[in-house]
């Protein structure tokens, strides 16, 4: 199951990145990294903090910590394949 929450937030932080930098333009791509990465994190401890109000289930502070290790992934991942496009229309 963390597994399946680590390629989560990373499909996540992959879906933020590329809604910021489709909005804005203009702007470097580090914007959209660190706001992707605040968007994605706050969702991470909004829903340790629901499972609170969930009978059975408990807020974690090592879930979130998983979840974050999704979102640097997902920025990860969507580092190294923007590089490599943009090598392959370059090249």
């Known amino acids: 199951r963390k597994c399946a929450h680590v390629f989560e937030y990373a499909v996540l932080a992959i879906l933020w990145i590329n809604a910021w930098r489709k909005t804005w333009k ?39 910590v998983i979840d974050c290790a999704g979102v640097v992934l997902g920025i990860f991942l969507f580092s190294v394949l923007l590089k490599w496009r943009q090598s392959k229309n370059l090249g």
């Open 26 to 64: 203009g702007r470097d791509y580090g914007a959209a990294v660190g706001w992707s990465g605040v968007a994605c994190v706050l969702y991470a401890i909004s829903d340790e903090i629901h499972q609170a109000f969930v009978p059975g289930r408990g807020p974690s502070l090592k879930d979130v």
